[in-house]
């Protein structure tokens, strides 16, 4: 091989090949990644620069367009020039950034020195910058001794030096220090002989914050116009470096995106669907429908789509709320930057970098700096492990993987394996149908009446015109739903009274029986108790065979297991087409050719649907290799259970944030509202660290394990305490440790616990 050709293979310096692929006619195509590194710039600032002309200077210095991005800036106190500290590919792309906005700047790579504390300094003493020239005589050992020298001497007097620049290309040794002024530096160098050049005191810059959509409290950064300079968009991204990557396009992942995009960040999705939507795209079964009045289900950050979108019903079925997602995505142009039909099958973090390498089942690679994992805290299906599964010579089903096509179901005999909201929403929808329907219950659910309806246009007007009171509403209660709960215990009623409320609740839509009820219904076992009793005598009003009608009647406490809301669920076991098999009293031996063996008897099926639901929470994430510091798996990590803090960071993992995450108050909560919150968080830390030059953030491991304990102490406090027996704590998942995976404070609980870290500055964490 000639040293030429050598050279081409090794690529352009400090550039690494990660792939090579063989194209068409044996054209080698070579893939490099690309290291960042940081490069100093001492920019003269023009006397006649105002306050506005500053501000533009820091915020071009932010542009992530070339990779180029802002870490620090120090402006000095006379105003004649600033320190600028970037993270970049090359001293080029700075220059580049900075000439396209008539700035002519002095830029250094550099190797940075010290601690990361570049806070302000401490009272009584001010930052001043050291500009130690470097002398055409030293070689490299002997600027590293003046160095050493330098950062010896000023310690020894009693200056703190927080920050050095090593800069290389002949550039001079450039010190951050805090002292008293600048004349006790320059004294104190000169007298050791250093002979330091320009010493001048300086402020720490930071940028203006970016706004954030529905920012909650009264200390969030004021709207301003947006810092990030816009990226042309108009065509799909094919880079191989981004900075941030989300998995999932459902409405998680959609919600990311567009935040991040808002916020001037090159953004890539990954989603497994064939089209957007996440559960909405794969729960195509007959009768999937959302349990949010739907107008409460969508997004809030366009006025557009509010006013555009007309919902249909008050609980809009599968193909409307997977209709609306597509809207939405088309309305905002986010398209172009997904990839569908692409799984994400490993995600790396690469601690020197600073990244996260993500790679695809479609041999895509990226990097990123933030991972956003979408995931969707019920995606990951399961099947349940029934000896003879494969046997089976009819079709079989999971609700959540129904074929685009459809299934024929008419004038067959269909099994269905599953009472959750899954099981009860197909049972309901398919029991006309079918020409026998077997239901395979193991353990019976509380269900309350959906009471559904068309939406009217006189109804539409009047969400339109009250919405800002709707999203109030929703935004202080409970779970995020339009019911929030009668703060009245539920003792102090009398009998009747609480019969009355009961009553009352009962002929409410959505979860107003459960949202709405007295406000210690999770709380006190007591009140419960008259809760589900009330329940129970309705199934047996509803069902005529009163042994039919016991072994639906759950004894869990209501709300211990996810309500399913129903729609005309008891009567279908009244039709003759139907038959209930209880596996608690016999129990499900295996699938056969021909259908299920219990231990009482074969049930011939055409068709079994498995209702089985998700290995929930962890389950996506856990089936992604995710890698952290020191290769340390998101699967080991939570082989105990999962551990998080506040649900969307965890220790060791940094800048992975999960919008939905396990012990997240999502679960119980409204998706659309809940979803919205964690994505507003997630900005609003990322937003943190670039207005202040940091680019990592890790929850100390302090942090996440009382956050853990919050969680699973809140559950103790709760009825659930009584019934871990759900996929609440994991337990619907063979061989998953049980810890409780949903934070059953409540949703406006979980918002205040979030925005007070965030106005604290994130305490939990830590950010460099
Ligand atoms: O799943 P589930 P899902 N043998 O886990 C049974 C959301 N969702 O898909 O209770 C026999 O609730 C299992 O029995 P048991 C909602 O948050 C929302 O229904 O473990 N049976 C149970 O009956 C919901 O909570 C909407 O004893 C077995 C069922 O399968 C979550 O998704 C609609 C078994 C699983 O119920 C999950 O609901 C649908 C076995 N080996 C879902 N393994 C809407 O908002 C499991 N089961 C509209």
Not at 11 to 17: A, C, F, K, N, S
Not at 387 to 411: I, N
Not at 707 to 735: C, I, M, Q, Y
């Amino acid at each position: 091989m000639s040293a030429q050709s050598a050279a081409r293979q090794r690529g352009p310096e400090g550039v690494r090949p990660i792939r090579t692929l063989r194209g068409a006619a044996g054209a080698v195509l070579r893939r490099y990644e690309i290291a960042v590194s940081d490069y100093a710039a001492i920019v003269p600032l023009d006397p006649r620069l105002d306050g506005d002309g500053l501000r533009k200077l820091v915020r071009l210095a932010c542009l992530d367009l070339y990779r180029v991005s802002w870490r620090r800036a120090f402006l000095a106190t006379d105003g004649a020039r600033v320190l600028c500290w970037y993270v970049a590919p090359d001293a080029e792309a700075v220059r580049f950034v900075l000439r396209q906005q008539g700035v002519h700047a002095v830029v250094w790579p550099c190797e940075v020195q010290g601690p990361s504390d570049t806070g302000p300094a401490q009272s009584g003493r001010e930052l001043i910058v050291v500009e130690v020239a470097r002398e055409p005589a030293l070689d490299a050992a002997a600027m590293a001794s003046r160095h050493e020298a330098t950062v010896a001497t000023l310690g020894a007097a009693g200056h703190r030096v927080v920050r050095t620049f090593a800069t290389r290309a002949g550039g001079p040794l450039l010190c951050l220090v805090e002292a008293s002024d600048a004349v006790a530096v320059r004294v104190c160098l000169t007298g050791a002989g250093l002979a330091p050049g320009n010493v001048w005191g300086c402020t720490a810059l930071e940028p203006e914050a970016t706004p954030l959509f529905g920012a909650t409290d009264g200390n969030a950064p004021a709207a301003t116009a947006p810092p990030h300079p816009r990226v042309d968009r108009t065509a799909p991204d094919a880079s191989a470096e981004v900075d941030a990557v989300i998995i999932g396009a459902g409405l998680s992942g959609i919600c990311a995106l567009k935040r991040l995009l808002d916020m001037g960040l090159r953004v890539r999705l990954y989603e497994a669907g064939r089209d957007v939507g996440g559960v909405w795209h794969f729960n195509r079964y007959p009768g999937a429908r959302v349990d949010s009045e739907s107008y409460t289900y969508g997004f809030s950050f366009s006025a557009e789509i509010l006013a555009e979108w007309r919902w249909q019903e008050l609980f809009a079925g599968q193909p409307e709320v997977a209709g609306y997602l597509r809207f939405v995505v088309d309305q905002l142009d986010l398209r172009r930057h997904m990839r569908l039909s692409t799984r994400v099958a490993s995600a790396r973090r690469d601690a020197i970098a600073g990244c996260w390498t993500v790679e695809t089942d479609q041999g895509e690679r990226v990097t990123a700096r933030y991972l956003v994992a979408a995931t969707g805290v019920l995606s990951a299906t399961q099947l349940p492990d029934i000896p003879g599964r494969d046997d089976f010579a009819g079709e079989s089903y999971h609700t959540a993987r129904w074929p685009e096509a459809g299934v024929e179901l008419r004038d067959r005999r269909v099994g269905v394996i599953g009472t959750g909201a899954s099981g009860v929403q197909v049972i309901q929808t398919i029991a006309a149908d079918v020409r026998h329907l077997t239901v395979f219950q193991r353990t019976p659910t509380y269900c309350i009446p959906q009471r559904n309806r068309a939406l009217t246009d006189a109804d539409r007007d009047a969400i339109a015109r009250d919405w800002a009171s709707i999203l109030a509403t929703c935004q202080n209660s409970y779970s995020g739903f339009v019911h929030d709960f009668d703060p009245r215990p539920g003792l102090a009623a009398s009998a009747a009274d609480r019969e009355a409320k009961f009553a009352a609740l009962w002929e409410k839509p959505g979860f107003a029986f459960w949202f709405a009820n007295f406000g210690d219904l999770m709380m006190n076992a007591e009140v419960n108790a008259h809760a589900s009793d009330f329940l129970r005598r309705k199934i047996r009003e509803r069902v005529r065979d009163p042994e039919v009608a016991r072994t639906l009647m759950p004894d869990h406490p209501f709300g211990s297991k996810r309500v399913p809301l129903e729609n005309r669920y008891y009567e279908v076991f009244n039709r003759t087409n139907v038959r209930l098999v209880d596996l608690r009293a016999t129990p499900l031996v295996a699938l056969t050719r021909d259908g299920i063996r219990t231990t009482r008897e074969e049930h011939p099926l055409d068709v079994l649907i498995y209702a089985t639901g998700f290995d929930a929470g962890t389950g996506a994430l856990t089936r992604i290799d995710i890698r952290g510091d020191g290769g340390l798996s998101l699967a080991a990590k939570w082989r105990g259970g999962p551990s998080t803090y506040l649900g969307m960071l965890v220790s060791g993992f940094p800048n992975l944030f999960l919008v939905n995450g396990p012990q997240n108050a999502a679960a119980l909560c409204n998706a659309g509202r809940c979803i919205e919150q964690n994505v507003d968080w997630i900005a609003r830390c990322i937003d943190h660290l670039r207005t202040r030059g940091l680019t990592r953030v890790s929850p100390t491991a302090e942090a996440e394990a009382e956050w853990t304990r919050h969680v699973e102490e809140v559950a103790e406090a709760t009825v659930l305490r009584v019934n871990k027996d759900s996929w609440f704590f994991g337990a619907n998942t063979p061989g998953k440790a049980r810890r409780a995976s949903i934070y059953a404070a409540g949703a406006r609980e979980f918002r205040e616990q979030c925005d007070a870290a965030a106005r604290a500055g994130y305490p939990g964490c830590t950010m460099e």
